[in-house]
């Protein structure tokens, strides 16, 4: 019978109290994350608020889904998705190039344009699609124009990044297949790189499309078309049997969306 | 000897039925959109001038401005961890009713879930909107927007996580009649808890983004100097105020990928 034991690995004193040192980092972040908030200043009227709010919702204005002048729900809907679809088609289309810029290459020295374009697209991501669509209100006024404008520069941010991601980690063998037969560099590109590429590029088109339609919602509160304008006036009004109905239609018209593209999604990859 | 038969391409492959038709139809609803939205390409360009003098004045950002916006960009940052912490904890046992290796329940499950896909789909700007009028003007307003739009997304990523755990060691711990709470903490907690921490980083790093903004409809944080700015026209204070967001968007997105990166 054996009867050595194994000896337990021994800690020291740095890995065994580790822990606590993590416990007092997190509790003075939020020790201070507390302080620094203002809680004071509720409504007194928040109560009597949520109430009639969740009476608007229950009791939604049904007259207002369509009435034909154009300035109903179903067609501010339409309009929404409208400039969801046509500013993620423009984005898809800008962002090919960003994310060809932006991949990484095999060959490529301390990764100068890679990182310059990883960079800029970073730029695009973090700078806030409300500040853009205002922008824009400035240069082709108030409407759904601006909001296609805003969306589609937004989203170059993301779709550039999720399109180089592809493009860096894609299958090289068709490239390859294409370059030993002796094909150019252009016949490479159009006969194996775009191919390989093409079902991953439209499923990101697909995801950020979802994502449009949400920020294309709400863009119209800065005066930037859709369905928000109609929102924020309702709120800003107190007419909560409008909110009401301006949010279930929201709700369906994401839920749709999102069914969709995910099926979409599904068939494609 | 046989002849390997070439493969026959039906006629709908050979004339690219399916690739034509999809092609219309997206130029259709192109077209269709564009006639929608008033897409002007001309007037874009007549008005390009408008649009590039105001890039020129924030391109002189008012750097003065800075000490202004310390404080609302550290109640920024208050507001998101705080509205994350929320909803990540709200998402937990949303998280775990919804995950079909742990609950069996195909109603309850389906319940659970559409209730999370409803909250999903709500926008953070609407919720801002809303919690404003409900609130009023100031942070509170902010943090139960950031807590209800994390806790719809932290949920998903949460049971997504669960559903992919090992049962070996949740099998070990119901064969000796260990009770459900007990399996959940011994067997579930010790496989995802490390996940969920990069998973609630990730979240930490949306709703900083997020929270930016929020303030443009009064719930509190350097969204409310953006707004002002751009009512008054001051575009260099606009300027800084966007310079000083990317720099605290990339500090705590280097923060937090660090993080996840030791965690993983």
Known sequence: MITTLIEKPSRSIWQRWRWLLWVVVIGALYDWTISGLKFTGLQESAGVVSRSIMAGLVHPQWSYVYDGSGEDLVSLILQTLAIAFLGTIVSAVISVPFAFWAARGDHERFFVRSGSGKVVLTLIRTFPEIVLAIMFIKAVGPGSYAGVLAVSIHSIGMLGKLFSEAIENMNRGPEEAIVSAGGRSGQVFGLATLPTIMPEFFSYTLYRFEIAVRSASILGMVGAGGIGTPMIFAIQTRNWPKVGIILLGIVIMVLLIDSLSEQLRKRLI | ?264
């Open chain 2, 1 to 264: 000897m046989s002849i390997p038969e070439v493969p026959r391409r039906s006629w709908i492959q050979r004339w690219h039925v399916k690739g034509i038709a999809v092609t219309g139809l997206l130029l259709v609803l192109l077209v269709a959109s564009s006639r929608m939205t008033g897409v002007d390409v001309g007037m874009f360009f007549s008005n390009f001038g408008q649009f590039l003098n105001l890039l020129v004045r924030m391109s002189h950002p008012a750097w003065e401005y800075t000490n202004v916006i310390v404080q609302p960009l550290l109640e920024t940052i208050q507001m998101a961890i705080l509205g994350t912490t929320i909803g990540a904890a709200l998402a937990v046992p949303f998280a775990i009713l919804s995950a079909s290796n742990l609950i069996h329940n195909r109603f309850l499950r389906g319940l659970t879930r559409l209730f999370l896909d409803l909250v999903r789909t709500l926008p953070d700007l609407l919720l801002a909107a809303i919690f404003v009028a409900v609130f009023g003007i100031g942070s509170t307003a902010g943090v139960v927007t950031l807590a209800i739009f994390s806790f719809g997304m932290v949920s998903k990523l949460f049971y997504e996580v669960i559903e992919t755990i090992d049962m070996g060691s949740l099998e070990a711990l119901t064969s000796v009649g260990a009770s459900k709470v007990t399996i959940i903490w011994y067997a579930v907690l010790p496989q995802i808890l490390n996940q969920f921490v990069s998973y609630f980083l990730y979240t930490l790093e949306i709703n900083v983004r997020a929270s930016t903004v929020l303030g443009y409809l009064g719930a509190g944080g350097i969204g409310v100097f953006l707004q002002r700015s751009l009512n008054e026209f001051n575009y260099s204070q606009t300027a800084v105020i966007i310079l000083a967001t990317l720099a605290v968007v990339l500090v705590i997105d280097g923060i937090s990928n660090h993080l996840r990166r030791v965690l993983l």
